[in-house]
Nanobody, 127 residues
């Protein structure tokens, strides 16, 4: 059974930091592009960042570039999103995702190719 379990969300003041974790099981982690999406109230889902470290493929949205950093450990089958200098507009539910098919890259990181989702973790940034 494929599982993606997020943790690390919470409430933080603007300028603060959070680190999201996504622990996975049930599939060959290093064969998939892994990453994060977010969805703010009343808005569509936005691709935030992606990584497939075995082939050096990464993506980071312009809206978070320079503030967020994605990393992964293939042995631990875990992906992290370090979020620094958080802004109120970063408030959203953050979802971990695995892209299909096997061998995928981070090119055009959009939700139409996501094969598996985590349950989501809330991030709230107060002004």
């Amino acid at each position: 059974e494929v599982q993606l379990v997020e943790s690390g969300g919470g409430l933080v003041q603007a300028g603060g930091s959070l680190r999201l974790s996504c622990a996975t099981s049930g599939f060959s982690f290093d064969d998939y592009a892994m990453g994060w999406f977010r969805q703010a109230p009343g808005k569509g889902r936005e691709g935030v960042s992606c990584i497939r470290s075995t082939i050096g493929s990464t993506y980071t949205a312009d809206s978070v570039k320079g503030r967020f950093a994605i990393s992964a450990d293939n042995a631990k089958k875990t992906v992290w999103l370090q979020m620094d200098n958080l802004k109120p507009e970063d408030t959203a539910v953050y979802y971990c995702a695995a892209r299909s098919p096997v061998g995928s890259t981070c090119t055009a990181w959009g939700d139409h190719l996501v094969g598996s989702w985590g349950q989501g973790t809330q991030v709230t940034v107060s002004a």
